[in-house]
């Protein structure tokens, strides 16, 4: 009796949308050590890059985040080669006219986009692995802005050890989720975002900046969508089925403090394959079922748009309240395209190719086998001399002696 209850209890327990687990216990374990120690490892050399640098800081602003950018550069690289050896998908993208010519694949394979330099990006957030492929979207571009990337965290982050020490020298903004506390925050970071630098010869320009907004707060799960649906019946709207309701205030202060500086918002609407019908992708596409198990999700879908942020009503916290819920329920009815057809609307043809494909399918990849190794430059390069110094320093002393 109890092997038949088990059976039955087998029979209908719902397949996982990636299918059964790829290895077993003993490559599990291989496969997070292997992990660990190349995650770890890349972490470890870019902090104490980080740490190297640090002193820039007092020589001159400008080299200082340059340099900074450099080392954020190789943390693109280290989360990109981490999920193509782990956690290989497809990626599926497509955009309506407004990004269509800005999306093309390239002969090897990979997907190119040339989106501008400074921009607001934001997006629906579906699980803890949205940003990992938002960052990668940053390699991608032309120029590469993955040493750009700006993202807005709760503040328990910034204590993680080595990672937290990490995101504070990348100039990531953290959040105690209280607007009285965090509005001097978000002003001061901001404002070292929009401040023009000056060549010798006098020109003014802005460093490059991907700003990630998630208005959601945080990603998708039965809880953020049972406040999703008490917020909307408090305030009288509709609760949108898919996405969680936006909350404006951050993004409305975040637009009006580099209004002038920034010319686009850049959204993107996040779908995740094999996502049921009310379940939640973090059920699905656990960290350890991604990267350990061999179950990552069979195609992560990205639709892009793009609005002038001189054409968001910017004067009024009401008015933009109404503007960021509106593109929610738009994202809302695309996310229901996607989980009644397994796809976004395709993008449309381009006057410069009248052939482009509705949808471009590539993998998070490097353009390089071996360009990983650029995680490692620095402290290499800072060995290397130490080393150097110390035969001088012991050939110095057996010459004396």
Same mark, same amino acid.
């Given at each position: 009796?109890?092997?038949?209850?088990?059976?039955?209890?087998?029979?209908?327990?719902?397949?996982?949308?990636?299918?059964?687990?790829?290895?077993?216990? @003993?490559?599990?374990?291989?496969? #997070? $050590?292997? =992990?660990?120690?190349?995650? &770890? +490892?890349?972490?470890?050399?870019?902090?104490?890059?980080?740490?190297?640098?640090?002193?820039?800081?007092?020589?001159?602003?400008?080299?200082?985040?340059?340099?900074?950018?450099?080392?954020?550069?190789?943390?693109?690289?280290?989360?990109?080669?981490?999920?193509?050896?782990?956690?290989?998908?497809?990626?599926?993208?497509?955009?309506?006219?407004?990004?269509?010519?800005?999306?093309?694949?390239?002969?090897?394979?990979?997907?190119?986009?040339?989106?501008?330099?400074?921009?607001?990006?934001?997006?629906?957030?579906?699980?803890?692995?949205?940003?990992?492929?938002?960052?990668?979207?940053?390699?991608?571009?032309?120029?590469?802005?993955?040493?750009?990337?700006?993202?807005?965290?709760?503040?328990?982050?910034?204590?993680?050890?080595?990672?937290? @020490?990490?995101?504070?020298?990348? #100039? $990531?903004? =953290?959040?105690?989720?209280? &607007? +009285?506390?965090?509005?001097?925050?978000?002003?001061?970071?901001?404002?070292?975002?929009?401040?023009?630098?000056?060549?010798?010869?006098?020109?003014?320009?802005?460093?490059?900046?991907?700003?990630?907004?998630?208005?959601?707060?945080?990603?998708?799960?039965?809880?953020?969508?049972?406040?999703?649906?008490?917020?909307?019946?408090?305030?009288?709207?509709?609760?949108?089925?898919?996405?969680?309701?936006?909350?404006?205030?951050?993004?409305?202060?975040?637009?009006?403090?580099?209004?002038?500086?920034?010319?686009?918002?850049?959204?993107?609407?996040?779908?995740?394959?094999?996502?049921?019908?009310?379940?939640?992708?973090?059920?699905?596409?656990?960290?350890?079922?991604?990267?350990?198990?061999?179950?990552?999700?069979?195609?992560?879908?990205?639709?892009?748009?793009?609005?002038?942020?001189?054409?968001?009503?910017?004067?009024?916290?009401?008015?933009?309240?109404?503007?960021?819920?509106?593109?929610?329920?738009?994202?809302?009815?695309?996310?229901?395209?996607?989980?009644?057809?397994?796809?976004?609307?395709?993008?449309?043809?381009?006057?410069?190719?009248?052939?482009?494909?509705?949808?471009?399918?590539?993998?998070?990849?490097?353009?390089?086998?071996?360009?990983?190794?650029?995680?490692?430059?620095?402290?290499?390069?800072?060995?290397?001399?130490?080393?150097?110094?110390?035969?001088?320093?012991?050939?110095?002393?057996?010459?004396?002696?």
């Amino acid at each position: 009796m109890t092997v038949n209850t088990k059976a039955a209890a087998s029979a209908v327990a719902p397949a996982h949308p990636s299918g059964k687990e790829k290895h077993g216990k @003993l490559v599990q374990f291989l496969r #997070g $050590f292997s =992990f660990f120690v190349y995650f &770890m +490892a890349g972490c470890i050399a870019i902090h104490l890059a980080q740490l190297i640098g640090s002193p820039l800081y007092y020589v001159d602003h400008d080299i200082y985040y340059s340099y900074m950018a450099l080392t954020k550069q190789s943390f693109g690289l280290l989360i990109t080669t981490s999920t193509n050896w782990w956690g290989p998908t497809t990626i599926r993208i497509s955009g309506d006219a407004s990004v269509a010519d800005q999306i093309k694949k390239t002969k090897d394979g990979r997907v190119e986009f040339s989106f501008p330099e400074r921009m607001v990006m934001i997006a629906n957030h579906q699980i803890y692995t949205d940003w990992l492929y938002l960052w990668w979207i940053g390699y991608a571009n032309s120029p590469q802005m993955h040493g750009y990337v700006y993202i807005i965290l709760k503040e328990s982050l910034k204590y993680i050890p080595i990672a937290g @020490l990490g995101m504070v020298f990348y #100039g $990531f903004i =953290f959040m105690s989720r209280k &607007m +009285a506390v965090d509005q001097p925050r978000l002003a001061h970071r901001l404002g070292k975002l929009k401040t023009y630098n000056t060549t010798p010869d006098g020109t003014k320009y802005l460093n490059p900046m991907w700003l990630l907004l998630f208005p959601e707060g945080t990603n998708a799960s039965q809880n953020g969508r049972n406040k999703s649906a008490r917020w909307a019946e408090k305030i009288g709207v509709k609760d949108p089925e898919h996405m969680l309701l936006p909350r404006s205030t951050g993004s409305f202060f975040c637009l009006n403090e580099l209004k002038g500086t920034v010319e686009y918002v850049y959204d993107c609407t996040v779908a995740y394959e094999g996502v049921p019908r009310g379940k939640f992708g973090e059920q699905l596409f656990t960290l350890s079922g991604t990267y350990f198990r061999g179950q990552p999700p069979k195609s992560v879908n990205l639709y892009w748009r793009r609005f002038r942020i001189a054409d968001i009503p910017l004067d009024s916290a009401e008015q933009f309240d109404v503007w960021l819920r509106e593109r929610w329920y738009e994202k809302d009815a695309l996310m229901e395209q996607y989980i009644s057809t397994g796809r976004f609307p395709a993008s449309p043809p381009t006057a410069a190719n009248k052939n482009q494909e509705g949808f471009l399918e590539t993998e998070v990849r490097t353009r390089y086998k071996f360009e990983f190794l650029q995680i490692y430059a620095v402290v290499g390069i800072v060995a290397l001399l130490i080393n150097l110094v110390l035969r001088l320093y012991n050939r110095l002393l057996s010459i004396v002696s």
